[in-house]
């Protein structure tokens, strides 16, 4: 059973650029959040998908927004990238709902670099 | 708004000897209480959860971690450190009958010596 997989795994882009990432999460899950880890820090909750909506959003801009497919799958994009965008991205899916006492399946996440 | 500390950014213990992260969180509410562990281009990995009931908690890989309500805390411990426990370990706390929009502590970076 594969876990959580993510592409691509590094990624570098200019500012102002747009960029994709994608998640497919463990089978058998239903819900898809992304989180943002600069270095040195802890992830941040940017928002959660579930039924192919976004659920919950953390205090993140509207630059940054996303999509759930029907086969859970889901794509963060990121518009006009700045420089402290750079960050490794982690998706992380759960089953049932994504209530918070389900266990969060993470990522390898993609490290992307923004010059 | 929940939020997590964890004060100590680097820690080094010999193979062997015992290790504890602290961890203090504020929340109104019963909070929910998480601690990962994150190796070098790996993901997180959970290590264990508190939602409610005994206040002593036992994870994966030998970990354990106590709830302490009087003193906001959910310090996590292992009483013999294997050189492979060596990553970061993150604190994370959750709103009770919500959603999962969990806040993670910045981190606690474990060193292991022979």
């Known amino acids: 059973d594969a876990g959580v997989t993510q592409s691509p795994t590094h990624l570098i882009k200019t500012r102002g650029q747009q960029v994709t990432l994608r998640c497919s999460p463990k089978?058998?899950?239903?819900?898809v959040s992304w989180y943002q880890q600069a270095l040195g820090q802890g992830p941040q909750f940017i928002f959660q998908?579930?039924?192919?909506?976004?659920?919950q959003r953390g205090n993140f801009p509207d630059r940054f927004s996303g999509h759930q497919f029907p086969n859970y799958s889901s794509e963060l994009n990121v518009n006009a990238l700045l420089l402290g965008d750079s960050a490794l991205y982690l998706c992380?899916?759960?089953?049932?709902?994504?209530?918070?006492?389900?266990?969060?399946?993470f990522g390898p996440g993609t490290r992307l670099l923004v010059l | 708004a929940q939020s997590v500390t964890q004060p100590d950014i680097h820690i080094t213990v010999s193979e062997g000897a015992s290790l504890e992260l602290r961890c203090n969180y504020s929340?109104?509410?019963?909070?929910?209480l998480f601690w990962y562990v994150q190796s070098p281009g790996q993901g997180l990995q959970l290590l264990l959860k508190?939602?409610?009931?005994?206040?002593l908690v036992q994870g994966i890989k030998g970990f354990e971690a106590e709830f302490k309500r009087s003193q906001s805390s959910f310090n996590l411990r292992k009483p013999s450190v294997h050189w492979s426990d060596a990553a970061e370990y993150f604190c994370?706390?959750?709103?009770?009958?919500?959603?999962?929009?969990?806040?993670f502590g910045t981190g606690t970076k474990l060193q292991v010596i022979p």
């Open positions: 998908y579930y039924e192919e909506e976004e659920r």
């Open positions: 508190y939602f409610s009931g005994d206040t």
């Open positions: 992380a899916s759960s089953p049932r709902r994504g209530m918070v006492q389900e266990t969060q399946y």
């Open positions: 994370a706390v959750g709103i009770s009958g919500g959603y999962q929009k969990v806040t």
């Open positions: 929340y109104g509410a019963t909070p929910y």
């Open positions: 089978s058998g899950h239903d819900t």
